[in-house]
């Protein structure tokens, strides 16, 4: 299995992350179990916050396959309009059967249309084609002001570059309205959230009343990724 694949893929849109329903963005941060399979694997934090006046979202996401140890961790920093300002992946990859350590790095920088991707210390630069987000709070506050009302979807160009460096791809989310969940062994009425990421994977996503995910459930690559709230 390919960590360094599939792990920047999980962090795509992890923020999205009758009843009250999500009034505003929630800053904080929230700890999580990763599963992958049905067998705890891992850990995650995922936090959200503003800082001088933008919107940072970090996912810090730390899984271990066999001999494969993975530690990732993602940074968004957007607008208050939700336009990218950078975007900084780091993945470490270790092997404990040959002693092997790789670091892989990608910064994207973001002037309009414009973005100077780093790779690995390798710059290079492309123009993109019509608007676009990263993946910060922009899903999320459409949810927000549409109140999550069962039905709705929301589309839109997403950058990744741990998946494609000069174009981007269609993400599709729908709210699908509220659903009984077992989260640390107890049953909680969560809202529902689907994402698309083309063909990449699906996700189901549940929240609870303030907006913050309880559980997320990830199928790509022949695989089940599950992230649990940790009180």
């Known amino acids: 299995m390919e960590l360094r694949r599939i792990i920047p893929v999980i962090l795509l849109l992890s923020f999205l992350s009758c009843g009250k329903v ?52 993602q940074t968004v920093t ?7 300002v950078r975007l900084e992946v ?17 910064i ?21 084609t019509g608007p676009f987000i990263i993946d910060g709070n922009f899903f999320t506050d459409s949810l927000v002001k549409g109140r999550f009302r069962e039905g709705m979807e929301i589309r839109a160009k997403l950058y ?18 509220r659903e009984n969940v077992t989260v640390r062994g107890k049953e909680l009425k969560l809202i529902h959230v ?16 303030t907006g913050v995910t309880e559980k997320m459930v990830i199928k790509m690559l022949n695989n089940i990724f599950e992230m649990e709230r940790i009180d």
């Open 22 to 73: 999500p009034q505003s963005l929630t800053n904080g941060e929230w700890q999580y179990d990763l599963i992958v399979n049905g067998v705890r694997a891992g850990s995650a934090v995922i936090s959200n916050c503003e800082k001088d006046g933008l919107l940072v979202s970090r996912t810090e996401m730390f899984i271990s396959l066999g001999t494969m140890k993975n530690t990732t961790t």
């Open 78 to 84: 957007e607008t208050k309009e939700f336009r990218p």
């Open 90 to 106: 780091v993945s470490t990859l270790e092997d404990s059967s040959s002693g092997s350590r790789q670091v892989i790095s990608r």
């Open 108 to 128: 994207a920088e973001f002037n309009g249309n414009n973005v100077t991707l780093d790779s690995d210390g390798k710059k290079a630069r492309y123009t993109l």
């Open 160 to 177: 990744e570059p741990t998946v494609t460096a000069d174009k981007t791809i269609l993400v599709i989310v729908n709210a699908a309205g």
């Open 194 to 209: 689907r994402q698309r990421v083309e063909k990449l994977k699906s996700v189901d996503i549940y929240l609870d009343d």
